[in-house]
């Protein structure tokens, strides 16, 4: 059965520093891959995804996400946080053909001044 | 652009209550889901709907019901209130099953009590 692991439940990073969120995933074959963003007291938004090519992925707000299949890995990096960069942040993994799309327990962010 | 609406945004029921949460959406997506977020959990999916008058259970479909009579609307009924069901509940939908990102209302903070 497909899973998402993240093995961080919070992080605190300064403000101008780079960040990396970690994802790990479960599955036999090559899944779909996203990460998501939640603000307080809103839903998700879609920061990127990956469906197959190029293992790096551009997404909003300058985030990036690296593909690494030998890894299971899906991990999602800033070069450079913002204070509005604080929020929860879900990595996610849809199995092609099927309907569910299942999600990591979540990593809240702190940004630090 | 309205996208996906969910009511209310906070509710308390006593247990053994009953109660409807609403969602609709204005994007003519033909998917739309019921995620449940408990802290430390991710989201769990309790039904979904690839269509008006289509429905299946997700992962947590016990003690919830749903409807889908038009595209636009998918409405989540709680029959009898338990304090298990104490959550925050998000609605979304997509434009197909697996492969596009899920759009997600505000979210809805229900209390049983």
């Known amino acids: 059965a497909q899973s998402v692991t993240q093995p961080d439940i919070h992080i605190t990073v300064s403000e101008g520093a780079s960040l990396e969120l970690r994802c790990n995933y479960s599955y036999g074959a090559t899944p779909y891959l996203f990460w998501y963003v939640q603000s307080p007291g809103q839903g998700l938004q879609l920061l990127l995804k990956?469906?197959?090519?190029?293992?790096l992925v551009q997404g909003i707000k300058g985030f990036e996400a690296e593909f690494k299949r030998s890894q299971s890995s899906f991990n999602l990096r800033k070069p450079s946080v913002h204070w509005s960069d604080a929020a929860e942040y879900f990595c996610?993994?849809?199995?092609?053909?099927?309907?569910?799309?299942?999600f990591g327990a979540g990593t809240r962010l702190f940004v630090k001044a | 652009n309205a996208g996906v609406t969910q009511t209310p945004k906070f509710r308390i029921l006593k247990i053994g209550q009953s109660m409807t949460l609403q969602c609709a959406q204005d994007m003519n997506h033909n998917y739309m889901y019921w995620y449940r977020q408990d802290p430390g959990m991710g989201l769990k999916l309790i039904y979904y709907s690839v269509g008006a008058g289509i429905t299946d259970k997700g992962e947590v479909p016990n003690g919830y019901n749903v409807s889908r009579s038009t595209t636009e609307d998918f409405p989540l009924r709680l029959e009898l209130a338990a304090p298990s069901q104490t959550s925050v509940y998000f609605c979304a939908s997509s434009y197909s099953l697996v492969n596009e990102k899920l759009f997600f209302g505000s979210g809805t903070q229900l209390s049983v009590l």
């Open positions: 996610a993994v849809a199995a092609g053909g099927g309907f569910k799309t299942i």
């Open positions: 990956y469906f197959s090519g190029d293992t």
